[in-house]
């Protein structure tokens, strides 16, 4: 039985801890908040609540596999609801497309924007089928060594091609580039950047369908909360990890501050890695992706009819999600905002002629800075600098010896499934006590 120490309480730690203490191993999970969940817990004001990060999945086979391998099943736990559709996108000319999650419906939502589009779009999303697999064989599903990658996945990651040459070339209807760009641009990457296999994720979308959580994305970090407690796990909130100590090339505890120690044989580490000075200089190549500005809005009224997600391209992207808690009467939703943000988001919203600014009775703000301070760091994790990022990131081993790493600073995408792939690696590569 290895002592374990899980720095983090995100998703990726609260996954992390589940899985080892289930393994076998004696877990202390550190969280530097009072509360557990990050970016997967919830905001909450005048009765409204919103999802304070994601607000759906795909794959919901990452969030199945983690409660079968902690304890008991997840539907005995959540209710995972499947979502009809994706989002829907709407562009500067005034069309609009709802992206469902099947092939023949999204040949048939985008023939709707033009003759052909449809055929084009499944063409795009099926030539992303050998790169599914080859990563998720390679890559997401084992532990795989940046300096010794198998011919097939050193192949893809070494590829030159960018996400931004790869549409320019594919789609002569700037629509159809917008819509496969989407999720990268969502996250704050830029596509000249962007190796084009990440693009993988209009395949993921379709195979497996969007999804989410009935009462809200947090009950899933909730839920996983009183797994630990099932599994035995000792939790230390308000916490705050300074740095490693390491001896003979190897990790022995994590230093408290205060002239606290913790020893642990291993740590996992599932925050950013610059927050801990042994860790920092392995990184220092790497970038946090910049989270988005973002306002909570807690409305009265009558309001449009609006799916679970709607995606308002121009500059500023709009991205509106609703779905949150609301007293009767009410809706509660959440739009974030990226590019020129010269004006009031709400201000560039009625522009798009969605206007609530008179339904408004509670909001909350925050930008960019305020929520990597909240979390502790970017929960979008490194942004891409082109195909030599996926190198440079830490995960699921590191350098150091005794020392894993999971979380979005440890994936190639920041979404719950890399999240919840990395922690399900890092408990491979420990194994049973």
């Given at each position: 039985m290895a002592r374990v120490v899980v720095v983090?309480?995100?998703f990726a730690g609260l996954a992390a801890a589940a899985r080892l203490a289930k393994l076998g191993h004696e877990v202390t999970l550190l969280e530097r908040s009072a509360t557990l969940g990050g970016a997967l817990g919830r905001v909450e004001a005048d009765g409204f609540t919103w999802d304070a990060g994601p607000s759906w999945t795909t794959l919901p086979a990452v969030v199945r596999d983690l409660f079968r391998k902690s304890g008991r099943p997840v539907e005995r736990e959540?209710?995972?609801?499947?979502?009809?559709?994706?989002?829907?996108?709407?562009?500067a000319d005034g069309t609009s497309v709802r992206v469902p999650p099947s092939r023949a419906g999204q040949v048939a939502a985008f023939?709707?924007?033009g003759p052909g589009l449809g055929q084009r779009w499944a063409e795009h999303v099926a030539s992303y089928t050998e790169v599914w697999e080859t990563l998720r064989r390679e890559y997401l599903e084992v532990p795989w060594d940046p300096a010794a990658?198998?011919?097939?996945?050193a192949a893809l990651l070494d590829s030159r091609q960018t996400m931004h040459r790869l549409l320019r070339r594919r789609f002569k209807d700037e629509r159809l580039a917008l819509v496969a760009g989407h999720p990268a641009v969502?996250?704050?990457?830029?596509?000249?950047?962007?190796?084009a296999w990440a693009g993988?994720?209009?395949?993921?979308?379709?195979?497996?369908?969007a999804w989410t959580v009935e009462g809200g994305m947090a009950r899933l970090?909730?839920?996983l909360t009183a797994r630990l407690a099932t599994r035995g796990v000792t939790v230390r909130t308000g916490t705050t990890v300074r740095d490693l100590v390491v001896r003979g090339g190897r990790v022995v505890a994590v230093d408290l501050g205060a002239g606290e120690t913790l020893d642990a044989d291993v740590v996992v580490v599932a925050v950013d890695p610059r927050l801990l000075p042994t860790l920092a200089p392995l990184v220092a190549r790497t970038m946090p992706a910049i989270p988005p500005v973002v306002a909570h809005l807690g409305l009265e009224g009558e309001v449009p009819d609006l799916p679970h997600e709607l995606v308002l391209h121009g500059d500023p992207l709009l991205v509106?999600?609703?779905?949150?808690?609301?007293p009767e009467g009410s809706s509660a939703w959440t739009v974030h905002g990226r590019g020129k943000l010269a004006e009031d988001l709400l201000r560039a919203l009625a522009r798009h002629r969605i206007d609530v600014r008179a339904n408004v009775v509670t909001r909350l703000d925050r930008t960019p800075r305020d929520l990597v301070e909240r979390w502790g760091g970017s929960p979008l994790g490194v942004v891409w600098q082109g195909r030599s990022t996926v190198r440079r990131r830490l995960g699921p081993t590191t350098p150091v010896a005794g020392v894993y790493a999971a979380g979005a600073h440890a994936t190639p995408g920041a979404g719950l499934p890399y999240v919840g792939l990395s922690a399900a690696l890092v408990a491979q590569a420990i194994g049973p006590a």
């Open positions: 983090g309480g995100g959540l209710d995972l609801v499947p979502l009809d559709v994706v989002r829907e996108h709407r562009f023939d709707a924007l990658p198998s011919r097939e996945l969502a996250e704050g990457h830029d596509l000249r950047n962007v190796p993988v994720t209009a395949y993921v979308e379709q195979r497996f369908g970090a909730d839920a509106v999600r609703t779905g949150g808690g609301a």
